[in-house]
């Protein structure tokens, strides 16, 4: 059974295989790199991650495309406040955003194209427009695309763009509600603005072109899906339609998905709204990565999800009884041989776990089948007719449910160290929770217990331990110092 899956453009349930018969090829809108992301973006990535793996345990090979936006009003503004050029004011957020990709277990897209990276193509796109009567240029040197050369304007969106002005124009980045307008495809250089001086004149791209340049750079005129939030579906999707095919006449994307907010008390999670977590804030209150990421995906990307710290300490649980019951079937000894009603019920979870994701995948239903084949074995196990070979198919299940999930194996310690460091190096020590640093054995008296004792030990000449405590301290980020008026630790 294959994949079908919401497609906004035709609307309806559509089959996604490769269009060319060999790898699925898949655009994604990354992030704009001004600033940390939140758990509403992570939202997003994580569901494409789904999508993404699904794909590949199903056998199909993927080519997924990720751009990062790191030229924009927004990036310009704050880097000229902070003083530094956008290139370094981006590379901050950029490397965060990938740290905080890799805590969350997002794989790595095959390709990252960085907007500022592949500005000729964007400008050669822009003289193909031009070339075709779709980009004009106006008196102060931007040039923008006419939206009435491309009469199918909204076919993805399906708004009702008929009192759209003629020659109206809208230039800003951020995100427009219902208006359409001929937006910009160039800015003309702004003094004190970084600029790129190129065949149509100096400036720097808007945002909506990078996306059609990178994704035809790197999937060809026509491609099989094209991924993001909803919020970009109007007019950022749009606009990359009309770039797109106004050049090539080909269908640009011919699935388009897109995910469903994250919600703050029925509000967007958003940055203007003041409403975010972002995954550091998470992490410091002493929630595990593991459990944002199974409650950020385990409401399907078609739905909105309102977020609430229940959702995290629900998610906690149901990984802790995942983990629980795979270390039980790891470490029991069970007699060989075989319980025929669990092998059916390891088959039949296994093969409804799959069609509850074939069917536009609904994560929700997924998880349910996992849990009924848990609750049966553990039973069996209970009553003594749990074997080897029904241990050896239900951990299979397992192992295929986390190659999608991948909450299961626990690499919780990792993100959450990374997290306090960093807090350490932004001053954000005071955001973290005091039982966390207790379970980390990091609270001040923690501390000062740990260098007593190394003391103690010298004076044994019990130097084994006494390096063994400096190598532990070390780890979680304290320094001892010996000095001649005693020893003093501090934080890295
Ligand atoms: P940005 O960095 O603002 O361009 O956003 C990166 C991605 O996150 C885009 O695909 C957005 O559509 C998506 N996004 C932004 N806010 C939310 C939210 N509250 N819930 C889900 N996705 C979001
Ligand atoms: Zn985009």
Redesign the pocket.
């Known amino acids: 059974m294959p994949l079908r899956l919401f497609n906004t453009l035709t609307g309806q349930l559509d089959e996604l295989t490769p269009s060319d018969g060999k790898a699925l090829r898949m655009y994604a ?4 790199v001004y600033d940390y ?1 939140h758990i ?2 992570f ?2 990535f994580l569901q494409v991650d789904v999508l993404r793996r699904f794909l590949l345990l199903s056998g199909i090979p993927v080519r997924h495309v990720m751009n990062i ?1 790191d030229v924009d009003d927004k990036i310009i503004r704050n880097a000229a406040a902070a003083g530094v050029s956008i290139g370094e004011y981006t590379k901050v957020y950029e490397k965060a955003f990938f740290e905080d990709l890799e805590s969350l277990r997002v794989e790595r897209p095959e390709q990252i194209a960085r907007a500022t990276e592949h500005i000729d193509r964007m400008v050669q796109l822009v003289q193909k427009l031009a070339a075709a009567g779709a980009a004009y240029q106006a008196e102060d040197g931007s040039w923008y695309f006419r939206l009435k050369a491309f009469p199918e304007y909204g076919k993805l969106s399906k708004k009702d763009l008929s009192g759209m002005e003629d020659g109206a124009r809208v230039d800003v980045d951020e995100y427009e509600k219902d208006s359409a307008r001929d937006f910009a495809l160039w800015k003309a250089a702004k003094p004190g603005e970084t600029s790129w001086d190129t065949a149509i004149g100096r400036g720097r791209p808007g945002w909506h072109i990078e996306c059609s340049a990178m994704a035809m750079e790197y999937l060809g005129d026509s491609f099989d899906l094209h991924a ?5 579906m109007f007019p950022h999707h749009e606009n990359e339609i009309a770039q797109s095919e106004s050049v090539t006449h080909k269908i640009f994307a011919r699935h388009w998905f897109h ?1 469903r ?3 703050v008390d029925g509000r ?3 940055k203007s709204e003041g409403n975010f977590y972002t995954l550091r804030d998470l992490l410091l209150k002493g929630y595990k990565a593991s459990s944002i990421r199974l409650a950020l995906i385990s409401v399907p990307y078609r739905h909105q999800f309102n977020f609430t710290f229940d959702g995290l300490i629900e998610a906690a649980a149901a990984i802790d009884r995942l983990r629980t019951f795979t270390a039980r079937l790891k470490t029991g000894t069970f007699a060989a041989g075989e319980n025929p009603e669990l092998q059916a019920a390891a088959l039949e979870a296994q093969a409804d776990y799959i069609a509850a994701l074939n069917n536009d995948l609904n994560t929700a239903e997924a998880r349910a089948p996992i849990f009924d084949l848990l609750r049966a074995a553990n039973t069996a196990i209970d009553q003594g007719s749990l074997f080897a070979g029904d241990r050896d198919a239900i951990l299979a299940v397992l192992a295929s449910f986390d190659r999608v999930f991948d909450v299961i194996e626990d690499h919780d310690a990792e993100p959450t160290r990374a997290a306090l460091a960093w807090a350490e190096q932004a001053g954000r020590m005071n955001d973290v929770a005091p039982e966390l640093l207790a379970r980390q054995g990091l609270t001040d008296e923690a501390i000062d217990a740990l260098v007593a004792e190394r003391t103690t030990a010298k004076k044994q000449r019990n130097f084994a331990r006494a390096d063994q405590i400096r190598s532990e301290l070390a780890e979680k980020g304290i320094v001892i110092e010996d000095s001649k008026d005693g020893v003093r630790w501090k934080r890295k």
């Open positions: 809108c990354g992030p704009t992301g509403g973006n939202r997003t936006t993001g939030g909803e919020d970009l995910v907010f994250l919600l967007k999670m958003s």
